[in-house]
């Protein structure tokens, strides 16, 4: 009996390692940019503010005057709805459209969503 391996087996063998070497060089290339970095001390720099002079939210990194986060008076925050015990969905759509961000009459769906669901 032969115990040598099929030719075309060989052959498919050799071109799945051929195509790893691309991703096993990016890898290396990756391995290499971080080790020069930690052993140089490599850090990402902070962003300063600008230099308008303008009060700038350190928190957030924007200027005070368009901080959302800090400042709600500037984009108050949405009604929420919570849960519709009828759809089985948080903030549905179908029970409050003002939710959807769709033109025209809403589309329901041509099928009973509660008799798919149970």
Known sequence: MSTSIDPRART???RSVIRGVP???VLAAFGAAAWWGHTTGWSLAKPLPPASGEPWCT???V???ICVECNPALMPRAK???WC???GVSECPTCHP???QARGEPRLPKYDTVAAMK
Request: charged share 10%; no cysteine.
């Open 23 to 25: 991703t096993l060089l």
């Open 80 to 82: 929420s709805y919570g």
């Open 85 to 87: 015990t009828l759809h």
């Open 98 to 100: 003002e939710l959807s």
């Open 63 to 65: 200027p005070e005057g």
């Open 59 to 61: 928190a957030h990194n």
């Open 12 to 14: 498919g063998l050799v």
